[in-house]
């Protein structure tokens, strides 16, 4: 049987700077516009009512989408927030206000990849249509036909062996034959526990200083997806 490749995002496909200083702002900006806007659809209503409940029940949905910016601030993972995130990166993604930056390495790796044969799949903190949303827009074209599933934190907590476990099952694979690539150690440490062969992004741009010997915890190391041993 080939190898699967699953693959986080944040840090190992794209910059840690284009969620940080492009995604992440442009969505808090948005927010209050986008909940006074939408605050009607059935797509959202449900989402700002659950974060309202979370919060007290409060029911002024400026109350609500300032409630949101601070999630944001905190970097909260928080599905409703994903959700609603997603959506203003979709209009975003739409009128081209910017396009997914992904590292040069990472187009030819995951094109070559596919050519092989070998399955591809994403388990990111941010919601499956917010992964779609980047690869379908990345400076590279779209590369959403490369990835055979996604997964996020629905499975479970990046950091928890069984979440991985519950990747493979639903993969309908043996932990044994994915590599999980990612630039944290801890959810490499989890990956591990699962029984997945495991791959750490130390990417210059990302991490100035180089996270080798004791500190990548005994996972493999590579700087560039060009660098990634498949076997």
């Not at 840090?11 to 209050?32: E, H, M, N, W």
């Not at 109350?63 to 609603?84: N, P, S, V, Y």
């Not at 979709?90 to 992904?102: M, N, V």
């Not at 050519?115 to 779209?142: C, E, M, N, W």
Request: proline share 6%; hydrophobic share 40%; glycine share 6%.
């Amino acid at each position: 049987m080939k190898p699967l490749v699953l693959t986080d995002i944040e840090g190992t496909t794209s910059s840690i700077s284009f969620v940080k200083d492009v995604l992440f702002p442009y969505a808090r900006q948005a927010l209050p516009d986008f909940v006074a806007r939408n605050g009607h659809d059935p797509h959202v209503r449900p989402l700002l009512d659950q974060v309202a409940a979370e919060c007290g029940g409060i029911c002024q949905d400026a109350m609500i989408a300032e409630t949101l910016q601070g999630w944001i601030d905190e970097d909260r993972k928080h599905t409703a927030l994903k959700a609603l995130q997603g959506m203003i990166w979709a209009a975003g993604y739409r009128e081209g206000d910017f396009k997914a930056d992904i590292y040069p390495d990472v187009a030819p790796a995951l094109q070559d990849w596919h050519a092989r044969g070998i399955p591809i799949a994403v388990y990111s903190s941010g919601s499956v249509p917010a992964q779609k949303l980047l690869f379908s827009h990345t400076q590279a074209g779209d590369l959403t036909p490369l990835f055979c599933n996604y997964f996020d934190t629905e499975v479970g907590h990046k950091r928890v062996a069984d979440s991985y476990r519950l990747i493979a099952d639903t993969l309908d694979r043996t932990p044994d034959t994915i590599y999980f690539l990612s630039d944290v150690v801890e959810e490499l440490n989890a990956a591990r526990e699962a029984g997945m062969h495991t791959v750490l992004l130390d990417r210059l741009e990302d991490y100035p200083e180089p996270r080798s010997d004791s500190a990548a915890n005994g996972h493999a190391r590579v700087t560039s997806f060009a660098d990634i041993a498949l076997t």
